[in-house]
């Protein structure tokens, strides 16, 4: 039986690939809700549902289901695994993220589509597949993909082409901040959204490590950091911080607890930047705003005092 | 009448005021426990301070506040100034010690680091999420050893081999303290041990990947204890510097930004006999629950914070209003 409604929980893939999910979604014919941006009441219901030692994105992922149980026909949850061999692999969170949510939510119906090159699924062939489950005529499911895509594309490239102009345009007396972490942190209301108001309000221009141009070439310069990284978000950022390192006045690190792939990036940046002050920021359900106000205020205090020398 | 400049630093175990002159010099301070109470801590600070400007002829002209209680404090006095304490800690330093480059610091619940090159401050690190080597961290174990802390430094000087302990992680190094004591090892050396672990853990989380280089100057409440202040000394091979105002030295650098902010207002003595009063409240506008700190002057709303948009502030506004 074909769900009419689909709900997308905003968290882990959804805050990359959710507009394009929701647009494709859309143009076949189905409704698709997304769930409101983070707040306690999610982060709670997640936290009752996971288990303690799981990381906070996760604990958050099922939190946005729960927010979605009753008001849909079933729960989208796909299956990111290895993008390319030259990409990395995602991190196991998003391998398992389907079969966790389907364990936590066993009375519901969750939908899924499989993105994985070991398997020869690349994204196209899944989301057509996703729309044949959902009753789409082959050339219907085409059409709507592609116009997604293209709509899509469009909004990534104004994003970081925002990014771009914001760095040749800003006041070149303002010290700039690069801020490395995944977008489903930097994206989320409840972790990454505070710390980017806080910085906003201390009067620094803020460059953010998913907004810096040409993928392709961030992940080739993440060697320089290490020569076999695994996962390929983390590729993305370690490049984008050898990139942007002699052009900036600070990087800040945001990772979330217990997350084993960030604390490594946190660890490789802190011991081989040395020229630049680096802020590290780990996020965890218990995360104070004091405690951040304190660390973002000092970060930038001492970035300008070091500019102002 | 000469001008003032009072800086006050409110932490979470004690409270510091300084009153400097326009050259930087100190001419009134105190110092006293905070008590879980912030507001009363600076009204009988301020009942301190105040006599010894009289007796000095100064008046204040701009407050400065730092410190976890920064914003609390500011509302009250309405300060000029509020600043976070890792950046008034390192302009009260530099201030003292202009040739400082390398600033430690080891607090009741934070430890950070400061490296300074050619008098400014060029990085910094704080502890995350994990507490491990605080002043916290030492007095739990001096309750365990049933020895006040303050003992600890003299006692740790006259151990000669200080007993290894695990000190990664404050729950390891706890049952690793319990272990060595059953087996025999003598209280001093455990003591000292403790203080070795201290040590080793702050240079290898706060301070990890920092250049640390001489003149090295140690501050915080642990700075009291010799038995750290040797470990510093041992495991980074150089002197460490520990000022006898070590602990005063945030209350000097917010006094110093307050002077250098250029705002000035009269400051009355009095504020602290005004009804001040704060009151937390959960705003229930949302699922975010914020709990909104609500501080009111005289049945007046002087400000609020804790709130996470601009519906916490009307409500707030709201709430008193209707009291």
Known sequence: MPATTVGLPRSLFFHTEGTLVRRYLEGIGVTAVMSPPTDRGILEAGLSLAVDETCLPMKIHLGHVAALRGKVDAVLVPRYGVLASSFGEMCVKFWGAYDITRNVFPDLEVLSYDVDRMYGNRERKALLGLGRELGASHMAASRALRNARREVASAKASLVAGQTILEAEADPGVPRILVAGHTYILDDRLMGTPILDLLKAEDVTVLRSDRVPDVKNLRKRAVEFSPGLKWAYNREQLGAIATMRDQVDGIMVLLSFPCGPDSLVAELVQRKVRDVPICVIVLDELTATGGLKTRVESFCDIVKMRRAG | ????????????????????????????????????????????????????????????????????????????????????????????????????????????????????????????????????????????????????????????????????????????????????????????????????????????????????????????????????????????????????????????????????SGREAPFDFSVGSDEFETRGVDCGGCANMCELVLATRDGRLIDAWGNRCERGLVRAAALVESA
């Open chain 2, 1 to 260: 009448m000469r001008r003032g400049f009072l800086g006050v630093d409110v932490g979470s175990i004690s409270t510091k005021a300084a009153v400097l002159s326009e050259d930087g010099e100190v001419l009134a301070s105190s110092y006293l426990w905070t008590e879980g109470n912030p507001v009363g801590a600076v009204r009988r600070l301020l009942e301190e301070i105040e006599p010894q400007c009289a007796a000095c002829d100064v008046e204040v002209v701009s407050v400065g506040t730092t410190g976890s209680a920064r914003e609390l404090i500011g509302a009250m006095l309405s300060a000029q100034t509020v600043k976070n304490e890792i950046t008034a800690h390192a302009m009260g330093t530099l201030s003292k010690n202009p040739e400082v480059q390398t600033i430690l610091e080891i607090g009741g619940q934070d430890s950070k680091i400061i490296i300074v090159r050619d008098g400014v401050p060029v990085d910094y690190a704080m502890n995350t999420l994990c507490a491990a080597g605080t002043g916290a961290f030492l007095a739990a174990q001096a309750r365990r050893l049933n020895i006040p802390v303050e003992e600890f430094g003299e006692r740790a000087l006259r151990s000669t081999k200080p007993t290894r302990i695990a000190g990664r992680c404050t729950v390891f190094a706890e049952s690793d303290l319990v272990h060595k004591a059953q087996v025999g090892h003598p209280v001093d050396d455990i003591i000292a041990g403790l203080c070795t672990a201290i040590v080793e853990n702050y240079l290898n989380n706060v301070g990890k990947g920092k250049e640390i280089r001489s003149p090295v100057v140690f501050q915080g409440g642990v700075s009291k204890n010799g038995g750290v202040v040797k470990a510093f000394s041992e495991a980074l091979g150089c002197d460490i510097g520990v000022d006898e105002n070590g602990h005063l030295m945030g209350a000097i650098g917010t006094a110093l930004l307050a002077q250098r």
